[in-house]
């Protein structure tokens, strides 16, 4: 009988220890969450991904990097089989870039390559999310979701240029690219 | 056993028929996309083999394994012949046809969505059916647990039910409700358009129901193996259970949390919303509870075999466990991959920092090192146990077993390693090839080739098995009675909650419409989110 | 003793589930600009995916630059009646000159015997609104109503193509049909235009001219033609060289000898 009690207290310490493991991890994302005000991409916002190019923000016209009057930095790209447009994103370092992406056909997603900034695109839903790119660099940006047989070709890019640089890119209303032309 | 030794010896061998087939898909998938091989000259037929590689080892395998298991845990554990035999045996045909039905259009090339479906793709219906039915068959095989406990409590009205048995109708509960969601997804959403019954499908609403089935499944996996670890691995090595009552915790924590988590599958998706992205953030952490509780009891029940052994010391002990029994060897390779895989699993739960991998082949190598490390290895430990049951074959060869489970906990961290670490730097999933002749990309060469060399390891592993399956069925030989695990303290009494499952599997329905009703209803009413399909193929 | 254990654990599953709703949908919004706008209910609606509007969606959007008014569907792809395809062949005598009657011909005019249907239908349409240009083509397509347009490509669909060598086979094939070029953003040409797969609104090439389908990549890579939404295609011909250019349009040429 004692030998089962001293079981069933070793069972009590371990399960205080699990408590304790599983609530610092909780406390970890609360933490994040309310310091960093850190959340995974988390707007939902329908569109209808059959008349994109004809109306409405994601027109061609529209995509790229925009700079709002206030100053924010907005970059607008749709996922299609089998590219990104644009193909080449510009984008400022240590500013805050907002990204609003959504497909035209199936499902895709990307994840910008040695950063955060990773989302799906499902058609019919706007995915917002907002990053900063400490460094100046380029890097690779492919589609990370199963799109159809040309998947492994869809590849863009994103080109981090130091602030002052990206200023003196453009002025208010352009949209902005490093796609060759 | 009585009469199920065919029907478990049938689920079995289909089961790792499939798997050696799965296996060579894999490791030929490797080598393609590798350095070591020119690109595939047409990557649709690496897409279909990645669709045939996940249908089989996600829907096929582990089925027809908890299957196979569950019949011979009922007799084994019951001490009762089986009820049901005809109807188990076509549990059995329908999965078998569900799976031929299937991989006929992923051999053509007419379903290439892959496993996990991506609507609006949309193949061939006879996919979507085929594994429809391989679903079916499996809940015949819940029907028959339930059946099967109720007419043993008949019998034994007021006792406990076997440890093995529990767990083993909580594993058959949890499927029947975690099926469900991918089950809604193909009948409502998904067969209607492959029928051509439809041309628009809400791709976002099939996400979520996908997302329903898809990380609770992983949890019908993991039953098999924990159910062994319980009730076959401290009588193996020759110990006893520490806790009886703390494998019955775990089961109702199971099958109570495995459900309405699945949305962290989604937290880069823009269909759900961010609160509820934090709830099944939270709610999965809880699911990391009954697997603390079980590294804990089980090391405890292998050190009580280290002691009686005569082993001494705070370590010392490990030292007197026997190393050369194949299921000590099973059970610390699961370990070892099951602590590896959970800390990475952390990350992918965790609201934010998922952030960092999403989609990379970080998560290729978390779910290969969960799924086919610490849980497989258990798949075939719980095989080496039963075959002389199943066949009355001889012992099986040691030493032959021994060199199987090396080469397969090797192997699985020489594909897994690198694929956490390339994930990490930003490699994506699913890619038919890479040009490595790209600056950024040629620093990660290794790592591919690293994965396809652990894959050849794997796929040697995997013929001996089923070498060693061969060999022995075809010597028999006179085994000993098959005992479960006896519990360190036996009679205590379990309370009335943990030996039944009314309030868990309530538990279970309330908090999965809880977690999931509110996501599911509004994507459904949402008119505008049903967008074309994307039939694929050539026309 | 029963009675215990099913209060607490419904109790404590009920307490978990109300703080981690309370964390979700409160705490961690409150502190996050975009749920906060609009107040408490307004903030926990938007935590629990109520699709809302977040502000930033067409603010200082310059006006739509058009370059194809079509909106493809997956019914435009659906066959005829016979009735249509008289109709449709009646039309198609105006098009002999250049396409034939069977609908293929050697001159530098695109082959449209068992062309898909909404593939003729689309670039008639952007003929008619100028979203592509041919002097030609513009003023015959001018005069065509919605439903010409579709009886035509109906009667087109259901020609039988010119006998070619499939794509499937894979010797013959240059390596940017079947692999594309990723780092480029080449996708394969099989992934669209069939072999592979066949996308919705895409044409299949085999047999087409060769001047004609070069000429179109060149316009496509220089922008001169866009009515590809999006720049499907022309994000795919901008990165081809000259070099391949001509080697993909003598390849889809060469399939109708």
């Known amino acids: 009988m004692s030998s089962e009690s001293v079981a069933v207290a070793a069972e009590r310490r371990w399960a205080i220890v699990v408590g304790l493991i599983i609530s610092s991890i909780i406390l970890v994302m609360v933490f994040t969450g309310l310091h960093w005000a850190a959340m995974p991409p988390s707007r939902v916002e329908t569109v209808d991904p059959r008349t994109l190019h004809v109306s409405g923000e994601f027109v061609e016209n529209n995509l790229g990097t925009s700079v709002a009057a206030d100053g924010k930095v907005v970059v607008r790209l749709v996922a299609q089989q089998y590219s990104f447009h644009p193909q080449c994103l510009l984008v400022p370092a240590g500013i805050p870039v907002t990204f609003r992406a959504t497909s035209t056909d199936v499902i895709h997603g990307f994840n910008v390559a040695g950063t955060n900034a990773n989302t799906m695109l499902i058609p019919g839903f706007v995915a917002t999310f907002t990053t900063t790119f400490r460094n100046p660099g380029e890097h690779l940006m492919p589609c990370h979701e199963y799109c159809g047989t040309g998947h492994e070709a869809m590849w863009a890019r994103v080109r981090v240029l130091p602030a002052d640089e990206f200023r003196a890119k453009g002025g208010r209303g352009e949209r902005l690219s490093c796609v060759p032309r | 056993m009585f009469h199920a030794k065919r029907l478990v010896l049938a689920h079995f061998w289909v089961a790792f028929a499939a798997f050696a087939v799965a296996i060579l898909l894999g490791e030929w998938q490797m080598i393609v996309r590798s350095p070591l091989h020119a690109w595939i000259s047409n990557p649709e037929h690496y897409y279909r083999s990645v669709t045939a590689h996940g249908t089989a080892m996600a829907y096929v395998v582990p089925t027809l394994v908890a299957m196979g298991f569950g019949y011979a845990i009922c007799e084994l554990a019951l001490r009762r012949p089986l009820v049901g035999m005809r109807w188990a045996w076509a549990g059995f045909w329908l999965a078998i046809g569900g799976t031929l039905m299937a991989s006929a259009p992923v051999a053509a090339g007419r379903a290439t969505v892959l496993y996990t479906f991506y609507p609006p793709l949309i193949g061939s219906a006879f996919y979507y059916l085929g594994i429809v039915l391989v679903v079916v068959g499996s809940w015949i095989w819940v029907a028959l647990m339930a059946i099967n406990l109720r007419a043993w409590r008949k019998a034994h009205p007021g006792a406990t039910v076997p440890l093995a048995m529990y767990g083993n109708v909580a594993g058959a509960y949890l499927w029947a409700w975690t099926s469900v969601g991918a089950a809604i997804e193909i009948l409502v959403l998904i067969l209607p358009v492959a029928l051509g019954f439809k041309d628009t499908i809400d791709a976002g609403l099939a996400r979520v129901f996908f997302s329903w089935t898809l990380h609770a499944i992983v949890y019908f996996w993991l039953m098999p193996a924990y159910i062994a670890f319980y009730t076959i691995v401290p009588r193996a090595i020759g110990g006893r259970l520490y806790s009886d009552t703390m494998g019955r915790v775990a089961f109702v924590l199971f099958l109570v949390f495995s459900m309405p988590i699945g949305i962290h599958h989604l937290f880069a998706d823009p269909q759900v919303g961010a609160g509820f992205k934090f709830v099944h953030a939270l709610m999965t952490a809880m699911v990391s509870v009954p697997t603390l509780l079980t590294v804990f009891t089980i090391a405890a029940s292998v050190e009580i075999a280290a002691r009686l052994r005569g082993g001494r010391g705070a370590f010392g002990w490990l030292e007197a466990l026997p190393w050369e029994n194949p299921m000590m060897l099973a059970v610390a390779f699961s370990f070892v991959m099951l602590g590896l895989g959970g800390a990475g699993g952390i990350i992918n739960m965790s609201y934010q920092l998922n952030e960092t991998i999403h989609n990379t082949q970080w998560v290729t190598g978390h779910f290969h090192l969960m799924f086919g490390g610490a849980i497989v290895i258990m798949y075939f430990a719980i095989a080496y146990d039963l075959w002389p049951q199943l066949t009355g074959c001889a012992p099986l060869p040691a030493g032959l077993v021994r060199a199987q489970l090396w080469t397969w906990f090797v192997g699985m961290l020489a594909l897994t390693m690198p694929w956490h670490l390339v994930g990490i730097l930003g490699m994506p999933r699913r890619m038919a090839y890479y040009d490595y002749t790209h600056p950024a990309l040629e620093a990660q060469a290794w790592t591919v080739t690293a994965s396809a060399l652990g894959g050849a390891v794997l796929a040697v592993s995997a013929a001996l098995l089923v070498y060693i399956l061969w060999r022995s069925q075809r010597r028999a030989g006179t085994p000993e009675t098959f005992e479960f695990s006896i519990p360190v303290h036996a009679a205590a009494r379990v309370p009335a909650a943990l030996n039944g499952f009314a309030l868990w599997v309530g538990m279970m329905i309330a908090l999965t419409l809880v977690n999931y009703g509110f996501p599911i209803a509004q994507l459904a009413v949402l008119k505008e989110t049903s967008v074309p399909a994307a039939r694929v193929g050539v026309r | ?257």
């Open chain 3, 1 to 257: 003793m029963r009675d215990r254990t099913v209060l607490w654990s419904v109790v404590a599953l009920v307490a978990l589930t109300v703080i981690s709703m309370a964390i979700g949908f409160v705490w961690l919004p409150s502190v996050h600009a975009d749920f906060t706008v609009k107040g408490l209910w307004d903030g926990i609606c938007r935590a629990a995916g109520v699709p809302a509007s977040w502000g930033t969606a067409a603010e200082g959007a310059p006006a739509p630059v058009r370059t194809t008014a079509v909106v493809l569907e997956p019914a435009m792809a659906r066959p005829g009646s016979a009735d249509a395809v008289g109709r449709g062949a009646t039309l198609a005598l105006q098009c002999t000159m250049c396409h034939s009657a069977r609908g293929a011909k050697e001159a530098n005019a695109p082959n449209l015997a068992g062309q898909y249907t909404e593939v003729v239908m689309k670039q008639l349409s952007d003929y008619q609104k100028g979203d592509r240009t041919s002097a030609i083509m513009q003023a015959l397509a001018g005069k065509l109503s919605a439903r010409d347009m579709q009886d035509l490509a109906l009667y087109y669909a259901q020609l039988p193509r010119p006998k070619n060598t499939p794509v499937t086979d894979m010797g013959v094939v240059p390596p940017l049909v079947k692999t594309g070029d990723p780092m480029r953003n080449i996708a394969p040409c099989a992934a669209c235009h069939g072999g592979m797969e066949q996308k919705l609104g895409t044409p299949w090439l085999e047999g087409m001219p060769k001047e004609y389908l070069a000429q179109q990549l060149a316009h496509f890579a220089s922008g001169e033609r866009r009515n590809d939404s999006h720049a499907q295609m022309r994000n795919m011909a901008r990165a081809l060289t000259a070099k391949e250019i001509e080697e993909l349009a003598a390849f889809y040429a060469r399939q109708a000898e």
